[in-house]
C-alpha cells in the first residue's frame, strides 16, 4: 500500500510551448507569448495527467502534493490523484505575458520563480516529479541546491519529458514511463534492498544560439534520480555492464594510463568526477581540474599499487589552465556531455583553442596518440544512434583538425573507436 | 436467430487460435532431498575380482554424498522436471535468438548411443571407427569454411573462442609480437569474442553500429595499427543483418598485421553460400550445437570447432587425428597451445553432427541456410507489423532478427522480459540476454529451418496478443505467469556471489548450515 509515501508533482505549465510553434524552446516571456500567438496550446499538464494515472495505475491511492492550478493541481485533479496542496507563496509571478490566453483555467503563466518556489514548499516529500523540460530541470535543481544549503531534505527527482529541451539524464523516456518509474522506484523504497538512486546529468541549450541553429548544452549539475532498473529491461543487464560500476571501470582505466609527472586536465562531468575518485582527490562536476598521478608506490614490491594523486588546480579558468598546460606533457580527459554528443564546447569552454592546440600540436591525428581521452559509457554512445561525437572548439580549423575518430574509454581495458565531427560542418550541413 | 454455435454438433470441439495451454507443476524438491539412507536402484552384485588395496593417499576418508533412491522415483522425478520445462521438442524454440534452436533428429542418438562404450584412453589401433569419423568430419567442417585444418576438441562455442584466441596469442608470440595487445571486435558480435579477449589479458576495442547498422569501417581503419592482435567478428552479426564489405575489414586488419577470426555462432543462415576463408578470415569458430543440429546441453557437453589456415595449424590444440592414407593416428600439432579439454573432444556430439550432415549433404546444408533465411524474413514481416514491434534499421535480416518493444514499452510501461514471460502461459517464449542493451527493450527470434508455416503463424499470434493485451491490461502482463510450473522468481540470488549457488553442496553451504 502506498500508506505514508508522498509524491510531490510540480508542473512547468508553458513547458513544451514554443516546440509546436517552431521556436525551439519556451524560455522567457517574449517567447511565450509568440508560441501562444502562433496558436501554441500548452501540453505539460497533459503529460503529467499522463504520468500520474501511470503511477496510479501501479501504486492506486498514491498521495500527491501539488502546487495550486496549472502547476500541479490540474494534473492531478484530471488522474483523480488525492492530493494536497502546498501553500501558495505569492501566486503565480506573471512575467506579464496574456494571462487568459494559455487556456482554460491555466491562470497566469509562471515563471521560473514558481517552478522553484514550487519545489521549496516540497522538501518533505519522498518523490519528486515534474513535468517540463531542460530549462524546468535547471530551476529545479537550483531549488534543490537552495534545500541541501538550508540542510533540509533533498528528495530525488523524476523528470516527466514536457519540454522542447530534453537533454538531460534526469527525465523518462515518455510520461507513462515516469509513472511506472515512480512507482517502481516507491515500491522500492520500502523494499528490502532499499531504492536505488543515480545521478543524473542536469543540461540545457542556450536557446538563443540554439534558434541560430548552435546547439549548446551546458552542463548545469547533478541531480539523483531513481535507478532505472525497468529501462534495462532484466536482470541480466544489471550485471553485466549497464550497471553504475562502468563509470567506476572508466575511471579505473584512466588511471591506469596516467604516468607520474604528466598533467591530466579532467573536465567537467559526473565520469570525469569518477577519475577524480579513482585517484583519492575531490575534483570539481562543473570545473575543469588538472590533476597528476602520484609517483607509484612501490614499497609494496609490484608496481601496480596506486599511489593516489595529486590536485594541481581546481576549477580553473581558460588563463589558469593555458598556463598550467603549457610546456607541459598533458592529456585531456573529456566526457561526452548531454545527449548530442559534444565533447568540446560545451559547458568546458576553458579548453579553449589555445589550450587545444599547447596539448595536442598542430598535427592531425593527434587525437589518436592518447593525449585525448573521450570517456562515455557504451549506453550513452548508443544513444547517439549512430550520430557522431561533436567538437566546437570555437576555433573551425581545429575542429576539423579534430574531426575523425577518437579512442572513447568504455570501461576498464574497454574502449571503442567513434566518429567526431566539427559541429559547424555537422549541424549546418 | 440460430442459437448454436455449428461446432456444438461436434463430438470435440474445435480447437481455438491461441492454444489453452497450461504447464505442469509437481512442486518437485531437489533429488538430493528424496534421497533415504541405503535406498537402491540397483543391487550391484559383489565383484567376483580380487580386493585391490589401494594406497591411502587416492582412498576417500568417506562416500561420495550422492542421492540414494530407488529406480521408480528417479524416473519419476526426472519426468516430472522434464514436464515443467519448456525444452525445443515442446515449443516453438524461435525465441532463443543466437542460439540457433533447431530439430535434432532423433535417430543421431542412436548413433551417438554407440560410441558410447568407448573409452578414451583406448588404444588407436582399436577405435579406428570414431577416429576415422573425427577425421571426415574435421574434412566436412574444413570444406564448410575453406579452412585448413579444424580441431573439434571444444566443448563450447565460448571454449572454441577461446581456443582461437589462444592461437592467436600463440601466434603473435611465435613471431615476437607480444607488443599485439588489442583485440577489435564489434558491439553485435557474439560477447564472448570480447569476454574470452579479455580473459586472455587483451584490451578490446569494440567498434560501434553506424547509421545503417552495420559495424563503422572508417573506426576499424581508426582502431587498427601496431599492437592490433586480431579482429574477432561475426557475420551476419547477432542483429542478423550481414556486413557485406566483410572482405575489407579482414584486409585492414591483415595490413596491420593483424589476424582475422571469424565467429560462426551465426553460421546457420550461409551454409554453402559464403565461407570464412574466402573472405579472408584466419581462423574460425562453429558451435556444432547450433548449425549442426547437437543438443545445446548449456553450460554442459555441447561442441565446438575451431577452423584455421595453414599458418596457423601449428598452433592447434591438441591431439588432432591425422590419416596416413592406412591408418588414423592421434597428433599433436608442432606448437599446439595444449589441450582445451580432455581427450577428444566430446565424441558423442561429434557423432550426432557428423550423421546429420551427411544425411543432408552439401545441397542440404544450403538448404537449410536458404530455409532459415526465408523462414526469418517471413516472421520479420509479421512481427513488425504488430503495432509497438519494430526492427531497427529495417534492412532485411539473414537468419535473425533483433526487435525492439519500445514503443509499445513507453506507452504501457510493460517491458520485453515481461511480455516473453507472458508468451510462456500460452506455450513458447523468448528470452531477453542481449547484453550490450543497444537496442532498447530488445527481443530476438532465430526460426531455423526446422519450423513450418503454421509454426511461426502461431508464434507471431501469441506476440501479437500479448502485445495487445499490454494496451487493454498491463497489469495482466506484468503477473504473468499464470499457466506456469514456477510463477514470479526474485533472480537478485543469481547476482549475489553469497547467495548463488550453482550445485546442491554450495546451496548447503551457503543456506542450509
Sequence with gaps: ?429 | MNTAEPFAELPVAPKPPLRRFHQARWDEPMIFELSRPGRRGVAVPEPGAPRVELPESVRRAEPPKLPELAQPHVVRHYLRLSQENLGNDLNIDVGQGTCTMKYSPKVNDRFAAAVAELHPLQHEDTVQGVLEIYWRMERMLAEISGMSRVSLQPASGSAAIYANIAMIRAYHAARGETHRDQVITTIFSHPSNAACAKVAGFEVITLMPDADGLPDIEALRAAVGPRTAALMITNPEDTGIFNPRIREFVDLVHEAGGLACYDQANANGILGITRARDAGFDLCHFNLHKTFSTPHSCGGPAAGACGVSADLAPFLPGPVVVFDGSAYRLETPERSIGKVRPFLGVTQNIVRAYAWIMSLGAEGLRQVAETAALNNNYLMRKIIAIPGASAPWGTRRIEQARYSWQELAEETGVHSEEIGVRAADFGVHYWTSHHPYLVPEPFTLEPTESYSMEDLDEYAAILAHVADEARRDPEMVKGAPYNQSVHKIDPSPLDDPKAWAPTWRAYVRKHLS
Design chain 1, 1 to 429: 500500500m502506498s500508506a505514508g509515501v508522498s509524491v510531490g508533482l510540480v508542473v512547468n505549465p508553458v513547458a513544451g510551448l514554443g516546440g509546436a510553434a517552431g521556436l525551439k524552446g519556451s524560455d522567457g516571456a517574449e517567447v511565450q507569448r509568440a508560441a501562444l500567438a502562433r496558436g501554441a496550446t500548452p501540453r505539460a499538464g497533459e503529460r503529467a495527467e499522463r504520468a500520474v494515472r501511470a503511477l496510479l495505475a501501479r501504486r492506486p491511492g498514491t498521495r500527491l502534493v501539488t502546487a495550486p492550478g496549472p502547476m500541479g493541481e490540474h494534473s492531478a485533479r484530471a488522474a483523480g490523484a488525492p492530493h494536497d496542496l502546498v501553500r501558495s507563496t505569492a501566486g503565480p509571478h506573471s512575467a506579464g505575458t496574456p494571462a487568459d490566453s494559455l487556456g482554460s483555467g491555466a491562470g497566469a503563466p509562471t515563471t521560473a520563480r514558481d517552478t522553484r518556489e514550487a519545489v521549496l514548499a516540497m522538501a518533505g516529500v519522498d518523490l519528486l516529479l515534474f513535468a517540463g523540460g531542460d530549462g524546468t530541470a535547471r530551476d529545479v535543481l537550483d531549488a534543490v541546491r537552495e534545500l541541501r544549503e538550508r540542510g533540509e531534505r533533498v528528495p530525488p527527482v523524476l523528470g516527466i519529458p514536457a519540454g522542447v529541451k530534453v537533454y538531460s539524464g534526469c527525465f523518462a523516456v515518455s510520461p507513462a514511463a515516469a509513472g511506472f518509474l515512480a512507482a517502481a522506484y516507491l515500491s522500492g523504497a520500502s523494499g528490502v534492498s532499499g531504492p536505488a538512486l543515480a545521478e543524473a546529468e542536469v543540461v540545457d541549450l542556450d536557446e538563443d544560439r540554439y534558434r541560430q541553429g548552435l546547439v549548446s548544452p551546458v552542463l548545469y549539475g547533478a541531480v539523483l534520480v531513481p535507478a532505472a532498473p525497468a529501462a534495462l529491461s532484466g536482470r541480466k543487464a544489471g550485471s553485466s555492464g549497464t550497471a553504475p560500476g562502468t563509470v567506476e571501470g572508466i575511471a579505473r582505466e584512466v588511471v591506469s594510463r596516467m604516468r607520474p609527472g604528466v598533467r591530466h586536465v579532467l573536465g567537467p562531468g559526473a565520469t570525469t568526477r569518477a577519475v577524480g575518485r579513482e585517484l583519492g582527490l575531490a575534483t570539481t562536476l562543473l570545473g575543469v581540474d588538472v590533476v597528476e598521478r602520484a609517483e607509484r608506490d612501490g614499497r609494496d614490491g609490484h608496481g601496480e599499487r596506486d599511489g593516489g594523486g595529486r590536485l594541481v588546480a581546481a576549477d580553473v579558468s581558460e588563463e589558469e589552465l593555458s598556463a598550467l598546460v603549457a610546456g607541459r606533457e598533458t592529456v585531456l580527459v573529456l566526457s561526452v556531455i548531454g545527449g548530442q554528443g559534444f565533447v568540446l564546447g560545451r559547458g568546458n569552454q576553458q579548453v579553449s583553442p589555445r589550450v587545444l592546440r599547447a596539448v595536442l600540436g598542430d598535427t592531425p591525428g593527434a587525437r589518436a596518440d592518447g593525449r585525448l581521452l573521450v570517456l562515455a559509457t557504451q549506453q550513452k554512445l548508443a544513444a547517439l544512434g549512430g550520430r557522431p561525437l561533436l567538437a566546437d572548439s570555437g576555433d573551425e580549423d581545429l575542429d576539423r583538425m579534430l574531426a575523425g575518430h577518437v579512442q572513447v574509454i568504455t570501461g576498464h581495458h574497454e574502449s571503442t573507436i567513434y566518429r567526431i565531427s566539427a559541429a559547424s560542418e555537422e549541424l549546418n550541413g
